[in-house]
């Protein structure tokens, strides 16, 4: 029997392969760094880039139910409740009991919140086109076939 002659495996040697090579590692890395650049060019308007996101999928949204916004924004419920009670508390959104099913609550862009998210549109405009610039034209669908194929 012939030997090949393979370095043994290590634990720093694992290691180093998982943090090269992993999907789940590398991806929660770009995010962080695609959210670290949208928060800075959002950062005259007041809001972080994970706030234009939820104000924006609540002003998009035909269904406004708190567990329609959970499954769209793909938070947890605790989650979500914790990152709306913030945009309540700076007067961006009102949530209230849905009047047919009070154990329903939803939740909607007062004006302030309506005005803030008008105002940070050119600005995600501008870094998205310079993502775009940096990156692939085609990265963010494909961020979103790649979601989609893996179960939630």
């Known amino acids: ?6 370095a043994p495996k290590t634990l720093r040697g694992d290691a180093r392969a998982l943090v090269e090579t992993c999907p789940g590692v590398l991806s929660r890395l770009a995010a962080r760094r695609i959210t670290q650049f949208l928060d ?3 950062a005259a308007t007041g809001i972080s880039s994970a706030q234009l996101a939820l104000l924006a999928q609540i002003a998009a949204a035909d269904d ?3 567990g329609a916004l959970a499954e769209r924004s793909g938070l947890e419920q605790s989650t979500l ?3 709306l009670r913030t945009l309540e508390n700076a007067g961006l959104i009102e949530i209230a009991a849905i ?6 609550r939803a ?3 007062t004006e302030t919140g309506a005005r803030r998210l008008e105002a ?5 405009r501008r870094a998205q086109a310079e993502l775009v610039r940096r990156l692939r034209p085609d990265l963010g669908p494909r961020l979103r076939q790649v979601a989609e194929l893996l179960p939630d």
């Open 81 to 83: 409740s914790r990152n």
């Open 40 to 42: 800075q060019e959002l």
């Open 120 to 124: 940070a549109v050119p600005l995600w």
């Open 99 to 104: 009047e047919s099913d009070l154990r329903r």
């Open 107 to 109: 939740a909607w862009l």
């Open 64 to 66: 406004d139910t708190l």
């Open 1 to 6: 029997m012939k030997r090949t002659n393979q």
